[in-house]
């Protein structure tokens, strides 16, 4: 229905909302955080409805090509090892230190696992508005080609990234760094094709002085396929002299590496100031990433032996968001927590990241990453850090009815270096839907939920929360 303008404004009337859906648990966000605390929740008995904005499941790790998971194979446990499995079952995954995996098998292998939970699933649906009762969550409002509609719910879920439906239902947040708000840069990934993986291996290894001295970040196993390249500072900057790169770019990194096949990642786009809460940021970003998209693949094939007959096979579909919104919870983490190997009673998840401590990594706000000046790409070498997450982190300030999971926790700006990472998304979303069916059953507030009863369900899905009190707070290796 059409509204009246008036001084720049559309004034909307007033009109009924059909309820669409009723659920016990509702979990907003198909990423991998979503869709953990969707299988939990519907493994756990909770009727479950997972909605996602998209037309499939993975968010930052198929439509926006993130086809890598920062979590050591061997470590993995519970569903997330799981899911692996499966990948790895059917030719979709490749084990290691970390794990790259075919996007388009990890679509179908989450449906696969969502079906057998009897979770139901509404793609294509974005969140427009949320239902509340004063303080208390009791679903949301959405937009789809069903027109608008209603979800009513007993618990939900927030697995948006940027904490969408908290936001909405008037959570308390911080955006960006505290100090000023300024957000980590957005980043278009995209894969080639007709490369030459064992000439470009061949390269590096023979100008090692050119590449990151972090054996993470330049990882040249091809026996096992473990192949991550991040450097190439000198054939960039001389580019850039010549005016065919960017001049905010000072490095060419390669991931997700599938030698058999002459097909690799590309992650080295980046946008500065720009916001992912916004519609002009986000347009703005995706644009100039996509002309740095080809400004890159001319380099490499120009430039970097193996890369001669290469080409551009695919892009992602939406923008790459690291840092936008973060909830205020019952506990905000700290990266000191995190360098202190901090314990909790009411610890639900564990997580691990390479990181080194007390820089400005993580992709800094500020540019320059990877530039001369840059310490952590040039000549640092990362530890291995591993940390508890506890339930009060996934449980907003001021709102019932509703948990965080993903990178919109309750963590600082220093700490959401190490947490915003697909393997925290993985361990508390499945937190969030154990939490969510449990509070659902009992009838209570998530932040009432006997969270001895949340960690005993955890470990009925394996989950291991002791690990941290096994291995110290600075393990080099996970096994």
């Not at 084990?95 to 292998?109: A, C, M, N, R, S």
């Not at 969030?432 to 009992?442: E, I, N, P, S, T």
Request: glycine share 10%; net charge negative.
């Amino acid at each position: 229905m059409a509204g009246v303008i008036e001084a720049g404004r559309v004034a909307e009337p007033a009109r009924e909302v059909p309820v669409a859906h009723v659920t016990d648990v509702l979990v907003v966000g198909g990423g991998i955080a979503g869709v953990m605390a969707a299988i939990a929740s519907g493994r756990s008995g909770a009727p479950t409805l997972l909605v996602e904005r998209f037309g499939s499941l993975g968010g930052t790790g198929t439509s926006a090509m993130m086809n890598l998971f920062y979590v050591p194979y061997a470590a993995s446990r519970g569903l997330v090892r799981e899911l692996l499995d499966r990948l790895i079952a059917r030719g979709g995954a490749i084990p290691g230190e970390f794990v790259v995996y075919d996007p388009e098998l990890y679509k179908i292998t989450a449906l696969e696992m969502l079906a057998e939970a009897q979770v139901k699933i509404l793609l294509h649906t974005l969140v427009s508005d949320v239902v509340m009762e004063g303080k208390i969550l009791r679903g949301i409002v959405v937009e789809n080609k069903s027109g608008r509609q209603a979800i009513l719910s007993r618990v939900t879920v927030d697995a948006t990234g940027d904490a969408d439906v908290a936001a909405r239902a008037g959570a308390p947040y911080v955006k960006g760094r505290e100090e000023d708000g300024k957000m980590r840069p957005m980043t278009l990934i995209f894969r080639m094709g007709g490369v030459d993986v064992r000439r470009l291996v061949e390269h590096v290894r023979t100008h090692l002085d050119d590449f990151s001295p972090d054996p993470l970040q330049c990882m040249l196993d091809l026996e096992h396929h473990m192949v991550r390249i991040f450097g190439f500072f000198k054939l960039v900057e001389e580019a850039k002299a010549r005016g065919e790169l960017w001049p905010d770019c000072y490095y060419f990194r390669v991931e997700s590496v599938m030698p058999e096949r002459g097909v690799l990642t590309v992650n080295a786009t980046r946008v500065y100031g720009v916001d992912g809460t916004s519609a002009e940021d986000l347009s703005r970003a995706e644009i100039e990433t996509r002309h740095q998209m080809i400004q890159l693949a001319a380099f490499a094939r120009k430039y970097i032996p193996g890369f001669e007959r290469s080409f551009i096979l695919d892009s992602a579909s939406t923008i790459g968001v690291r840092e936008t919104r973060r909830v205020r919870g019952e506990y905000v983490m700290t990266e000191d927590d995190i360098l202190a190997g901090r314990h909790y009673d009411d610890v639900v998840g564990v997580d691990a990241n390479q990181q080194n401590p007390r820089q400005q990594g993580g992709h800094p706000p500020d540019g320059k990453e990877g530039g001369p000046q840059d310490a952590e790409a040039r000549r640092l070498v990362a530890r291995m850090f591993v940390y508890e997450i506890p339930y009060r982190c996934l449980v907003p300030a001021e709102v019932d009815g509703l948990l965080v999971a993903g990178r919109c926790l309750s963590v600082d700006h220093h700490a959401d270096v190490y947490t915003r990472n697909q393997g925290t998304a993985m361990a508390s979303g499945v937190a969030a839907g154990v939490a969510a069916a449990l509070a659902a059953r009992a009838g209570v507030p998530p932040r009432q939920v006997d969270v001895r009863a949340v960690q005993a369900r955890l470990r009925d899905l394996g989950a291991d929360l002791d690990l941290l009190r096994r291995l110290g707070p600075s393990p080099e290796r996970l096994a």
